[in-house]
């Protein structure tokens, strides 16, 4: 049983009855915090892009794309059946074992980091980054258990919470890239702020736990968490590969880039961040709202018709800021971040369709999980995997082919599938 404030239960009611003004209620209490946390960011990169160069970006890049792709397997993909439990007595077991999960990722990528630094720094083509290597167990403890909690969070509509923590991430991250970028701490402040903008905030959010969900806490039992761990042994079997081959999709060809023309990297690092700020910003907030509701939509018969209707509104509403960015990105790039980042601007041209298509499809994705089709899930995301790694590859032996350019355009053909694949599974079951 879960202890929930008067206003969440007043919430909590509204919602059951599945009207569409409160899935718009959730989606703008996310978007609020998340909207101001973006901005946050965005205001202050003109400054950190003059405080930092292209090289102290490729370093980010590659400790960023280290950390993304742990991070998200280190809770073993319990996280995410947080929100989809049948009962809050499985959710409360799968937080923990999703807690307990990132504590033994975690004391692992510590004991390889610590032994072999600069072995691993040579073996991801960044020789660099050795230095640094120490930073990534620690960011894949903050950003994995914060994704635990807000799951939790966001299971119970504490939506505000969520948002909150939010603001406090992006206000952190920015503060410390310019401190430690005005006292010539690079590139340590990029790596720490980048930390603390992905994983502050887990500390409120426990502390909200321990408020509010003390009963919860007390069904918790080693009985409760082996049964827990059997009944949604599905997680980890298919759901980890799939997230693990998602990932690596994005975060390999950036390696790949990053050890065959380091300089690329920091200039498609810094497009995609400034491209991802829709994502963060709209994608994030509507997929925890569509999860915390997917169930529900399943028992009424209407999930197909709820992913459709999410999908429509959501491209409608990016397409014109995204032809727009990549029509102006070119010309603006060089005027707001320095003359040195004109690249990344006509990086962002090339990567506008495919954060379209991402943006569409990535927040409703989780009806895979939530009409059991994990296998399908992990087989996209293997593919992805190969298309994306195969064009970058590609790029490095064909002369005239750029690699940022295909693994741009293997992109956009990944959320094309993933559009049509998804809706056609919701739609059989």
């Not at 498609?268 to 994030?284: C, E, K, R, Y």
Request: glycine share 10%; with cysteine; charged share 10%.
């Amino acid at each position: 049983m879960v202890v929930r404030s008067p206003l969440e239960l007043r919430e909590r009611k509204g919602t059951m009855k599945g009207l569409p003004s409160t899935v718009l209620r959730d989606v703008i209490q996310l978007l609020s915090g998340t909207a101001i946390g973006r901005l946050i960011l965005l205001a202050a990169m003109p400054l950190v892009t003059r405080l930092y160069s292209p090289k102290d970006f490729e370093l980010l890049a590659v400790y960023a794309a280290l950390v993304g792709t742990v991070a998200v397997v280190a809770c073993l993909r319990f996280e995410i059946a947080i929100p989809l439990a049948e009962n809050d007595d499985d959710a409360i077991h799968l937080l923990a074992l999703s807690l307990m999960s990132v504590a033994g990722v975690v004391a692992l990528i510590f004991l390889l980091t610590l032994t072999l630094p600069q072995q691993i720094a040579e073996l991801v083509g960044s020789p660099g980054t050795g230095a640094y290597m120490w930073l990534i167990a620690l960011g894949v403890a903050m950003t994995a258990s914060y994704s635990a909690l807000q799951f939790w969070a966001a299971r119970n509509r504490r939506f505000g919470a969520i948002a909150r923590t939010r603001v406090g991430q992006a206000t952190t991250g920015a503060v410390t890239m310019l401190g430690f970028g005005w006292l010539g701490l690079a590139p340590m402040g990029l790596l720490l702020g980048n930390m603390f903008s992905l994983g502050g905030g887990g500390l409120s959010l426990a502390a909200q736990v321990m408020r509010w969900d003390r009963a919860a806490l007390r069904v918790l039992t080693r009985r409760g968490l082996a049964a827990t761990l059997g009944k949604y042994r599905r997680y980890p079997i298919f759901s980890t590969p799939e997230a693990l081959a998602n990932v690596a999709g994005i975060q390999v060809p950036i390696l790949m880039i990053a050890a065959m023309a380091e300089a690329e990297a920091g200039q498609l690092f810094l497009a995609m961040q400034i491209m991802a700020a829709p994502m963060t910003l709209l994608g994030a907030s509507v997929g925890q709202v569509y999860a915390s509701r997917a169930q529900e939509e399943l028992r009424n018969g209407t999930l197909y018709r709820f992913t459709l209707s999410m999908m429509r509104r959501l491209f409608l509403i990016c397409l014109v800021p995204m032809a727009a960015a990549a029509l102006l990105a070119p010309q603006f790039f060089p005027v707001v971040f320095g003359a040195e980042w004109a690249r990344a601007g006509v990086i962002v041209t090339w990567i506008a369709p495919w954060m379209l298509l991402q943006l569409t499809v990535s927040p409703v994705s989780m009806g895979l999980h939530v009409t059991g089709n994990q296998r399908i899930a992990m087989s996209l995301h293997v593919f992805g995997l190969a298309l994306r790694v195969g064009s970058v590859g590609a790029a490095a032996l064909i002369p005239g082919i750029g690699a940022v350019e295909g693994y741009a355009t293997s992109g956009a053909l990944f959320y094309g599938l993933c559009a049509i694949i998804v809706l056609g599974a919701i739609r059989k079951t």
